[in-house]
């Protein structure tokens, strides 16, 4: 039994959340490995729009395991706040379960998160401000905490008394800021672990079990490729592992089962934050781009950087990961353009090439641009490959040949059934 692997392409924000849940109906548990409430998913069912950010996307279906795997950090009263949200909405949260070993994002990591960024002057990061850096600084320093420990009085007062006094002297003595009070915390989270006590459950065990089942796995990253840690535009990068890589070191299940592959692209480009964005438009067509396809961040609200789709850039993504086929999302909200530009290559200097450069040669590269015919015709809910305009097949079509990978659904609007299934996975 294979099971699949979905990732971002890009910079985030490519519309995992609607592929997720429409994989997650032919899965039997979905699988979050990585991130924390810095990512944002929305799915859109029967009308209703859900915004998620630490619950995988795989929850509308009750009878789904949705696992909230070790790779990931969590900040338990977003949690707590999500599930009650989705409670209040009548999705049901007996299936949900949340691995011992993920670290928590205490108040702390938020407030050295955004007093950090604020020090970083003219070369800020881009940073949500949720903590996630911190608290995988933490991990990696071995004096995080983890959900288990929240789950006993005396580990997680002792624990975080010690933890209190590296942080708070940080805060004191190089930001002049104000300490946290250690009993003020312990009363604030100590009732939360008894909202998350019937969730928490071993999950490596678990999903070996299921996969010995013969039962189905999904996957699902958060944030994208070419903001990993290593192999992203660094240091304008998330703190951990979002590609393929990150699914065994984030779960513990071993890489011998997983073997499809699929990477989600957007038809255009955004990205959040600061960073290298070679395709940026800045004038009237980027500004058209952010309006059709509402371009704010589900998780900040700020407005997303926007520009044409940068193929070095999916190719560079689809290498690292070892991609087997494509989702393409919002097609549809190129319609209106009378021409879609492409990105085939930068030119550095005295030469062009057809690879992702470096981050500091992106951020003088000039992109080679390939201009492609629009289309006028809404597209919006077509849900067949055949009906759509010549041009955005055409489209389709040169994004397969100028990558190599097979473009498996293309989404054109963010209902559930506004998808083209192409090909298979």
Known sequence: ??????????????????????????????VRFSGGNNAGHTVVAAGQKYELHLIPSGILYPEKLCLIASGVVVDPRSLVKEMTGLKKRGVALDNLYLSPEAHLVMPYHLRLDKLEEEGRSS?????????????????????GLRVGDLLSRERFTARLEKALSYQNAILEKLYREPVFDLKELTAEFLPLAEKLRPHVKSLPSLLWKIHRQGRQILFEGAQ???????FGTYPYVTSSHPGAGGVSSGTGFG?????SIIGVAKAYLTRVGQGPFPTELTGDQGEKLREQGQEYGVTTGRPRRCGWLDLPALRYAAMLNSVSALALT???????????????GYKLEDRITERLPDVFQLESARPVFQTLPGWQRDISGVTSFQQLPSEARHYINFIEEETG???????????????????PL
């Open 1 to 30: 039994m294979g099971h699949k692997i979905l990732i971002g392409m890009q910079w985030g924000d490519e519309g995992k959340g609607k592929i997720t849940d429409l994989l997650a109906a032919e899965s039997d548990a979905v």
């Open 123 to 143: 070369e800020k990061i881009g940073t949500t401000g949720r903590g996630i850096g911190p608290a995988y600084a933490d991990k990696s320093a071995r004096r």
């Open 224 to 230: 994208g490729a070419l903001l990993d840690l290593d």
């Open 255 to 259: 890489p011998r089962y997983l073997t």
């Open 330 to 344: 919002k097609l549809d909200v190129l319609s209106g353009f009378s021409e879609i530009k492409i990105c085939t």
């Open 405 to 423: 990978i097979n473009i498996s659904l293309i989404s054109t609007g963010p209902e559930r059934k506004d998808i083209i299934h192409r090909k």
